[in-house]
């Protein structure tokens, strides 16, 4: 399993459904059709994926700047 973050390719609002996708080893469309279902019950599932949204962090590149 990889580490928990949002990842810079293939996310569509913040990347939270993707990130959890690839931590878990699911389709990312998967995860993205559970939070649709889910937020067909009751609870806080729009407050959770916002928190989530605003706790994870970017993924991380190795492109950028050139080191000396």
């Known amino acids: 399993m990889s580490a928990l973050a949002r990842p810079r390719d293939g996310r569509w609002i913040g990347g939270v459904c993707a990130g959890l996708a690839r931590r878990f080893g699911i389709s990312a469309n998967t995860m993205r059709a559970i939070f649709v279902?889910?937020?067909?019950?009751p609870g806080p599932q729009f407050l959770v994926y916002l928190a989530l949204w605003v706790v994870l962090p970017n993924e991380k590149t190795n492109s950028?700047?050139?080191?000396?």
């Open 37 to 41: 279902v889910s937020c067909l019950l």
């Open 64 to 68: 950028g700047a050139a080191s000396w």
